[in-house]
């Protein structure tokens, strides 16, 4: 099967998988796995709020057992920055690291100066962001933000992606050029490896709506994990003119 057949821009339909093939995660009633290794009770306690933590020892299960799932996660339910850390904690990345791609390089740099914090780390140890022109990754790295291009490069050298044992899709949604062609990408890879004598990759969808029909298709009817909830109310302002800075 020719992974790039299902890289096509359709309109995007609503969610018609079986539902054995959605599993909306419940709240845990009662404290799952080891207690968090964070030093500073404050941080602790702001990711105990987070919805995604309260799910935290299903989603472990569901993601240790296959090889893809799709995580559908409200924007700002914590997906983005605690996912990569359930991960590592239970080592699930063995001697590679965990690679987790954004459309946008602030996203990538902030994303991985709050993850080092959280774990209380310097950027550039093990957490590390690599965006056009800057690399702060090193040997010790094993929890990676880049942006989509920058794995597309690497992608270039290593058609493979030995140096991952897990790469987080983000942001699947907004369907942007780079991250079509990386499904393509990470899917032949995932494909070589299973195939082959390497270390099967895993791969996690990550996506802010419930718009992933042609998604789990892709992936093989691959399983999707619904996170509900978010800790803050969003809001979107539209302006009434054109702006140069939207920021």
Do not use: C
């Amino acid at each position: 099967m020719d992974p790039y057949s299902g890289i096509n821009r359709p309109i995007i339909s609503p969610l018609k998988r079986p539902p054995s093939k959605i599993n909306f995660l419940i709240d845990a009633k009662k404290p799952n796995l080891e207690p968090l290794k964070v030093l500073h009770p404050h941080i602790l306690q702001s990711r105990q709020k987070l919805p995604v933590y309260k799910v935290r020892r299903r989603l472990l299960e569901e993601i240790k057992k296959r090889p893809t799932v799709i995580v559908i996660g409200e924007t700002g339910s914590g997906k983005t920055t605690q996912i990569p850390q359930f991960v590592h904690e239970i080592g699930l990345q063995g001697d590679k690291m965990i690679g987790i791609t954004q459309p946008r390089r602030v996203a990538a740099i902030t994303l991985a100066q709050r993850v080092a914090v959280e774990t209380n780390s310097r950027v550039g140890t093990l957490v590390g962001f690599s965006v056009r022109f800057e690399d702060t990754t090193s040997k010790e790295t094993k929890i990676k933000f880049l942006t989509d291009g920058m794995l597309l490069r690497e992608a270039l050298l290593d058609e493979n992606l030995t140096a991952y044992n897990l790469i987080i899709l983000d942001e699947a949604h907004e369907r942007t050029v780079h991250t079509d062609v990386l499904f393509g990408i990470v899917k032949k890879a995932q494909q070589n490896r299973s195939a082959g004598s390497f270390h099967p990759l895993k791969v996690i969808v990550m996506s802010a709506t419930m718009d992933v029909d042609h998604f789990s298709q892709y992936w093989n009817d691959a399983q999707v994990l619904v996170v509900e909830g978010r800790t803050y109310p969003v809001a979107i302002h539209n302006t009434q003119e054109p702006q140069e800075d939207y920021l």
